[in-house]
């Protein structure tokens, strides 16, 4: 319904992305519920990332996602997770849609940028993955 969650992924923010993504982020509409600097560590990401275990590309997701800092966040807004999905574009940059937050900073597939949930249901697990109570607002 209104809540969603996202990361800017380690590719992101070693390019020295967040200010510009918050900043497109909050000017779509989006309130900022919670936010942190944080990092995964491996055994986090396999278990963010579980229901990817049995993709070719699970090893290297989470090689990837827990390769150095993410910035985690709850994002508010009606309809945000379909919102959410087209501000951030197609998984593959290459086919993202101009504008998006994957078409200016994504890499590739793989390296792509930020995260968006796909679900009310799995909003609320990934922010309680990320977040205490008392650090949603
Ligand atoms: P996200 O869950 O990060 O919002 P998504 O829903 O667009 O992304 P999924 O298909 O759920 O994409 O894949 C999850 C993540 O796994 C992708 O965002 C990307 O980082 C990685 N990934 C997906 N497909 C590939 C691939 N073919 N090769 C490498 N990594 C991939």
Known sequence: TNRTFTMIKPDA?????????????TSSGF???ALKLTQMTVADAQEFY???????????????????PIVAAVLEKD??????????GATNPAEAADGTLR????KSVGENAVHGSDSD?????????????REMF
């Open 103 to 106: 078409k200016l900073f994504a």
């Open 13 to 25: 923010v070693e390019d020295g992305h967040i200010g510009a993504i918050l900043e497109k982020i």
């Open 50 to 68: 579980a229901v990817h275990s049995e993709r070719p590309f699970y090893g290297e997701l989470v090689e990837f996602m827990s390769r150095g």
């Open 79 to 88: 309809n945000a997770v379909a919102d959410f999905r087209t501000l951030i």
């Open 31 to 33: 309130k900022i519920a």
């Open 121 to 133: 249901e799995n909003a609320a697990v990934e922010a309680a993955f990320h977040f205490a109570g």
